[in-house]
């Protein structure tokens, strides 16, 4: 079982920054893949980011590659998201999830999930 808490939302103007973390409870944290996705209102959840258990491979969705900066501290039980050059249709509520031993673009397939942290880009 692995519980999630994200912090570290708000409002930022365009073209700011924001640091996203996801703390995980549990001594297994460091065997799971984990994901960044956001949903909008009136969307469906879409994928973000990931990044494999150990760390040493990420994956990011177009809208955000080169902006955006998942990674991990395994010590901590946190995974983080860097987001820069923020956009305004990057204004959505984020979730951090996590997946035994691998990673997916696909949501579903992901068994534990955060409550969510409000991420709002303003002009």
């Known amino acids: 079982q692995v519980q999630l808490v994200e912090s570290g939302g708000g409002l930022v103007q365009a073209g700011g920054s924001l640091r996203l973390s996801c703390a995980a409870s549990?001594?297994?944290?460091?065997?799971?893949?984990m994901g960044w996705f956001r949903q909008a209102p009136g969307k469906e959840r879409e994928f973000v980011a990931a990044?494999?258990?150990?760390?040493?491979?990420?994956y990011y969705a177009d809208s955000v590659k080169g902006r955006f900066t998942i990674s991990r501290d395994n010590a901590k039980n946190t995974v983080y998201l860097q987001m820069n050059s923020l956009k305004l249709e990057d204004t959505a509520v984020y979730y951090c999830?996590?997946?035994?031993?691998?990673?997916?673009?696909?949501?579903?397939?992901?068994?534990?999930w955060g409550q969510g942290t409000q991420v709002t880009v303003s002009s």
């Open positions: 999830a996590a997946r035994p031993r691998s990673t997916s673009y696909n949501s579903r397939l992901y068994d534990y």
């Open positions: 549990g001594r297994t944290f460091s065997s799971y893949g």
């Open positions: 990044i494999s258990w150990s760390g040493d491979s990420t």
